[in-house]
């Protein structure tokens, strides 16, 4: 099954409605909580989770307990009861289809970091026990570079990152997940040299043979029509994500960024990519042409949507993404090449009153490097 069929395959709630259902009252939200709170040792199951492990209470208890138990505790044993046989991971640089690649990938990355740990910075989801479950994953990672590795010998340094993991969980397996880490950021923070970093990601995937596919013409536009008035919302399962929806086709695909004051709070707080932080809309204005600027022929197009009421007020809504076009504008990955580009995109909004006051977006500026030296080695 390909991605989109399995996008078109997720779990959806049947009508559009923004009312707190009484099953998602008792799921334990991330932000205001301890881990110890988030991981509690006698809470009563609050979420009908069958064929679930009997440890965890709720689906946001599940995903930050096993991801935890797993990369923290080091029980990597755990994969193998935790993800089926045949799961399929994808990432901005390939895929992995099945279970026994993510153990070693897994090995892989806790030799290089042994002392990182990965905080749930927010869970938002939807689905059920019957159909399966959604969940959005944001993590912000921590640690220090002291081990040798696949990046050479340790530097000692520290860094701080971000990762979205997008998971489809049945009966507490996962079948189906999308990672997308801001991996330039870790390198740049490590001191490392990104380009032969990118080069070495980049001759691995030559040497088994995958070359980058360059369609040409993407869907934004097709022949000299312009693009689409109007967005695709079929995805959507409520109207605050129905709006999103509408907003983000304006903004990235319509290319009318004067959506930005309209749809988001003067005093937005932008986390983006290579761990900015910005505030304002102005800011969200200028990361946002940052992107279409690098990739001005990219298409937009969302994969998968879902969202929650949040405690905090309003609604924490995920967006995963990606965007497809040619690296003809300048930007963090320096002089156009014209190579292909393919960004895999994570965001997270928390929208209060009908406007964003929170983004958190996550996509690998070295990912897409690494896309322009597989090009320019076919070449």
């Known amino acids: 099954m390909s991605s989109t069929e399995a996008t078109n395959k997720t779990p959806v709630v049947a009508e559009k409605t923004n009312t707190k259902s009484a099953r998602e009252e008792s799921v334990l939200q991330v932000e205001r909580r ?44 755990l994969i193998y009861t935790h993800y089926t046989h045949n799961c399929v991971l994808y990432n901005a640089l ?25 905080m749930a910075t927010q869970v938002i989801w939807n689905g059920n026990d019957v159909d399966g479950f959604y969940t959005s994953h944001l993590v912000t990672g921590t640690g220090r570079h002291t081990q040798h590795s696949h ?11 971000r990762t979205v993991a997008d998971c489809m969980i049945h009966e507490n397996k996962i079948y189906r997940e999308w990672v997308v880490s801001d991996n330039m950021s870790v390198m740049k923070q490590l001191g490392l040299d990104t380009d032969v970093i990118a080069y070495d990601m980049a001759k691995e995937q030559f040497d088994k043979g995958f070359r980058v596919t360059d369609i040409g013409e ?8 312009p693009p689409e008035m109007e967005c695709d919302v079929s995805i959507a399962h409520t109207d605050t994500e129905e709006q999103c929806l509408r907003w983000l086709h304006e903004i990235y695909n319509r290319r009318m960024l004067g959506k930005i004051k309209d749809v988001y709070a003067p ?25 279409i600027g690098m990739i001005p ?15 905090e007020g309003g ?45 958190w977006v996550v996509y690998d500026h070295l990912a897409l490097l690494a896309q322009i030296k597989l090009g320019q080695m076919e070449e």
């Open 34 to 77: 301890d881990f110890v709170d988030l991981v509690p040792e006698k809470r009563p199951r609050a979420q009908s989770l069958r064929g679930f492990d009997d440890c965890y209470t709720d689906i946001v208890d599940y995903i930050v307990r096993c991801t935890h138990k797993i990369w923290d505790e080091r029980d990597v044993g």
């Open 94 to 118: 390939g895929t992995m289809y099945n279970r026994e690649q993510v153990v070693h990938d897994t090995l892989q990355r806790l030799v290089a970091f042994p002392e990182r740990r990965g």
């Open 151 to 161: 990046l050479g010998k340790p530097t000692q340094r520290t860094f701080v990152t």
């Open 218 to 225: 993407n869907r934004r536009m097709v022949g000299q029509y």
């Open 267 to 291: 005093n937005v707080q932008w986390h983006g990519p290579l761990l900015k932080e910005l505030y304002g809309q102005a800011a969200v204005i200028h990361q946002t042409l940052a992107l």
């Open 297 to 311: 022929d990219g298409a937009w197009m969302p994969q998968h949507i879902c969202s929650n009421p949040c405690e």
């Open 315 to 359: 609604t924490k809504v995920a967006v995963r993404w990606i965007m497809e076009g040619h690296h003809l504008g300048y930007g963090e990955l320096g002089k156009p090449t014209g190579e292909r580009l393919f960004v895999m995109g994570m965001s997270h909004y928390h929208i209060v009153k009908g406007k964003i006051i929170d983004e």
